[in-house]
């Protein structure tokens, strides 16, 4: 049984409280071994790259190695679940992001409940996705795009790295807030995806800033919009989707958590040294480069976005039918 949100919201700002004597000394000691971050999906995606950056940074504050470990599999599934059943006892932790809250409505069986089963640690960092159309593509706006579609239904093609997806679901909230019919075509990853987006064969992909930011600035994919409320950086002159339809907000969210119990001294020691790192000039422009910008705040904030991220992905999965695949 899930547990409700209000509670889970007061579990994680228990946490971020003032610990118990026990949790100090937990806190003061760690680490004294190797730590693993387990992340759920291969090297190179954005999920592996916040924990390479976040691990790099803990090594280097902390004095122990902080090890990535890629558990790929089940849209990172595999990864959590995995965490979830680790002791808690600070050595195993875990990139939680966007995918894991849409993961929390997709699967109707799950071997876990994130909200019960994992305590927020950080946020380390969000990044928006790109409404992407290929140069060629008659459509130079959002609004010339949406009256092209609704006048052409079911005739546009949109890719994805997959079902279930954070690309997949912008997609999806764009088409309930827009009103348009607009085709899925899932694909093994978002690399193939990007490439028939360039060859023609696709229409439209909400991809993310990182893996197409060379392509659009090569001019040969043309941005139409970025998913955030804000413009991003590394797209200053492209508008906001929220411009034209307000409410509209995307963007991969990530960072860590650990298990259950684990004593609140050692996440709030954790949570200390990662904001630590976010305000650093070294990881700041590391994130820049990928287009992504630092979240920080407590495990309290962590917790929230969260359980908001849960309860916003659960309401665009049961509006499109979403199955996993």
């Known amino acids: 049984m899930k547990i409700p949100r209000r509670q889970f919201l007061h579990l994680a700002a228990s946490a971020a409280g003032l610990p118990a004597l026990p949790g100090i000394a937990w806190g003061q000691a760690y680490p004294t071994r190797p730590v693993h971050i387990l992340v759920g999906f291969a090297p190179g995606g954005g999920a592996d790259i916040l924990a390479r950056l976040v691990a790099q940074w803990l090594s280097e504050r902390l004095g122990r190695q902080f090890v990535v470990e890629n558990h790929v599999g089940a849209a990172s599934n595999i990864a959590t679940e995995a965490a979830v059943n680790a002791a808690p006892d600070g050595y195993t932790l875990a990139v939680i992001s966007s995918t894991n809250a849409i993961n929390a409505t997709l699967y109707e069986k799950l071997n876990f409940d994130l909200i019960r089963d994992i305590a927020p640690v950080a946020g380390v960092m ?4 790109v409404m992407l159309v290929n140069s060629s593509f008659h459509a130079k ?8 579609t609704k006048t052409n239904p079911g005739e546009i093609n949109f890719g994805s790295g997959g079902s279930g997806t954070s690309v997949h679901m912008a997609t999806e909230l764009f088409k ?6 607009i085709v899925h075509v899932p694909y093994r990853g978002e690399a193939p995806a990007l490439t028939d987006l360039l060859s023609g064969q696709l229409q439209v992909l909400f991809g993310t800033v990182s893996s197409s930011l060379a392509h659009v600035k090569a001019g040969t994919l043309r941005a139409l919009a970025v ?3 804000s413009r991003s950086e590394a797209l200053p002159d492209v508008p906001t989707l929220a411009e034209f339809l307000p409410g509209y907000e995307m963007s991969y969210q990530g960072g860590i958590g650990a298990p259950k119990n684990t004593p ?6 954790l949570n200390t040294e990662i904001n630590a790192g976010l305000a ?4 700041n422009a590391r994130l820049a480069d990928l287009g992504a910008a630092p979240l920080a705040g407590s495990p309290t904030d962590f917790g929230k976005l969260i359980a908001d991220e849960i309860e916003k992905w659960g309401k665009v999965i049961k509006f499109a039918g979403i199955k996993p695949q």
């Open 176 to 181: 309930m807030l827009a009103g348009v019919d």
């Open 141 to 148: 706006t959002v609004p010339e795009f949406i009256s092209y």
């Open 227 to 229: 998913t955030t409320t």
């Open 280 to 283: 650093h000039p070294k990881i």
């Open 264 to 269: 609140t001294g050692i996440i709030g020691k």
């Open 126 to 129: 969000r990044v928006p996705n």
